[in-house]
DNA sequence: ATGACTCCATTTTGGAGA
């Protein structure tokens, strides 16, 4: 069982670049974020006739979540974070596939820090976390999978960066992302590769993709009922290096189940 | 370097992303 994150950057203007990496990979679930679409904008046949079903929750212009399934639709427990400061933002969903409960999220991106935005990325990471550990304390298998916009260590972007105190990188939002580790979930590309660049982004200004110059944003969590089933993980690279490619690559682990 | 890319809406500038 193939499960994905993947930050879409507009999933109607990159229909194309989604298709083409879902006819490639076949993944089994999808995480989507940033789907920048209203509710009934959002392309169902399109991803249907690709053999997909799909559950999500829209927004014009900005965020907005899905979670799609290979070959049936998933079943949706929620469209809303418990406890979320905000409303009006799309930015969590989670549905049942095949027995195991996924959460998708699109974590608040806090720049610039200090100030308003970086103090609902914490709100909301706070919220999220304890939201998580509700979910351990069920002891179902569960996968948290999306765009955390968070750099957990410095080994998880390019060496010699000026990402400075950048909302990804302050230490407050690296203790809330460790906070959740130390919970019991385990980060499931980091377990399959310790050591080593797995960068997830690179932004479209100053030639870094070319350059390789990116970061570890896009996480995979899993729950200790799932930590035995890990058997692979990785990031669809090529994917980043289409044309109208978004500035996310697809994450991805594989569970033997 | 409030630079550069990319897209979109409150459109022909500016906001957001990271």
């Excluded at 200790?224 to 697809?250: E, I, K, M, N, Y």
Aim: charged share 20%; aromatic share 10%.
């Amino acid at each position: 069982m193939k499960i994905a994150t993947f930050n879409i950057n507009n999933v109607v203007s990159r229909l194309a670049v989604l298709t083409a990496w879902l006819e490639a990979e076949q993944p089994d679930v999808v995480c989507l974020q940033e789907l920048k679409a209203d509710q009934g904008a959002f392309p169902l046949a399109a991803l249907e006739a690709l053999g997909y079903g799909a559950v999500w929750k829209g927004q014009r212009t900005w965020n907005g979540v899905a979670i799609l399934a290979r070959g049936m639709t998933p079943v949706l427990t929620r469209t809303a974070l418990p406890g979320d400061p905000d409303k009006a933002q799309a930015r969590y969903i989670e549905a049942a596939v095949n027995g195991v409960l996924v959460g998708g999220l699109y974590l608040p991106n806090g720049n610039p820090a200090p100030g308003p935005k970086f103090d609902y990325k914490l709100v909301w990471f706070e919220a999220f976390n304890a939201h998580a550990q509700t979910l351990l304390d069920a002891k179902v298998p569960v996968v948290l999978a999306g765009d955390y916009n968070v750099v957990p260590t410095e080994a998880d972007l390019y060496p010699n960066h000026s990402y400075g105190d950048n909302a990804l990188l302050r230490p407050e939002s690296r203790a809330a992302f460790q906070r959740l580790l130390d919970q019991g979930w385990t980060d499931g590309l980091r377990a399959i590769h310790p050591t080593g660049p797995l960068w997830t982004f690179w932004s479209y200004l100053r030639f870094r993709w070319p350059k390789d110059k990116g970061l570890r944003i896009d996480h995979l969590l899993v729950s200790p009922q799932l930590t035995d089933a890990l058997v692979d993980a990785g990031v669809d690279r090529w994917v980043r290096d289409l044309d109208g490619a978004s500035d996310h690559a697809p994450a991805w682990i594989t569970l033997d189940r």
